[in-house]
């Protein structure tokens, strides 16, 4: 079965610094990758998703994330954090049908002003 | 189109007690995914259910916790006799089909005093 990890439980970046999340996961085939997002109390909101083709994917709010088959990756990225970028930032993998989606801990993101 | 919807957002309940969680997919899902969110960890798939049929219930105890997607109506799930490890958020996905993004509801925040 895939799973996911998502080394870092916590960071910390200044407001207006970039933002690298890492993602690693495991799956014998060529998974299906997401991020999403999570505010305090509430749900998770998709950020972006890699299906097949262009292997760096946009989303939304400026995020990017770029699939690297031969590292296992799926790090997700913004150029410059905003302080409402601070929230819960899920990776999570799916397998051929996407019925058994598998997420990671998660990376808690803090933003200084 | 509304997203998909889940009530009620905060349930508490005395041990002992039966719990049951609503989720209401979005407009043109068929398919149901239940995930449980326990404090500082990632979310865990707990069952995929599609119209009238549960396709994969692998993530669901074996006791005290069932699920149902009637023709009619919202998907179920149903916790008897909560103990206090049952405090939770569960949150509820809904997905047009089996391959396709899964969209998240707010979540219901369960505790068990």
């Known amino acids: 079965a895939q799973s996911v990890t998502q080394p870092d439980i916590h960071i910390t970046v200044s407001e207006g610094a970039s933002l690298e999340l890492r993602c690693n996961y495991s799956y014998g085939a060529t998974p299906y990758l997401f991020w999403y997002v999570q505010s305090p109390g509430q749900g998770l909101q998709l950020l972006l998703k890699y299906f097949s083709g262009d292997t760096l994917v946009q989303g939304i709010k400026g995020f990017e994330a770029e699939f690297k088959r031969s590292q296992s990756s799926f790090n997700l990225r913004k150029p410059s954090v905003h302080w409402s970028d601070a929230a819960e930032y899920f990776c999570a993998v799916g397998a051929d049908n996407n019925n058994d989606m598998r997420f990671g801990a998660g990376t808690r993101l803090t933003v200084k002003p | 189109n509304a997203g998909v919807m889940q009530n009620p957002r905060h349930l508490v309940r005395r041990r002992g007690q039966e719990a049951r969680l609503r989720c209401s997919p979005m407009?043109?899902?068929?398919?149901v995914y239940w995930y449980r969110q326990l404090p500082e960890e990632g979310l865990k798939f707990m069952v995929y259910?599609?119209?009238?049929?549960?396709?994969?219930e692998s993530g669901m105890p074996k006791e005290r916790f069932s699920a149902e997607f009637p023709k009619e109506g919202p998907s179920i799930l149903r916790i008897q006799q909560v103990v206090r490890g049952d405090s939770a958020a569960y949150f509820c996905a809904s997905s047009p089909n089996g391959a396709d993004t899964q969209y998240f509801g707010p979540g219901t925040r369960l505790t068990v005093l």
């Open positions: 259910l599609q119209k009238e049929n549960i396709i994969d």
């Open positions: 407009k043109g899902h068929s398919h």
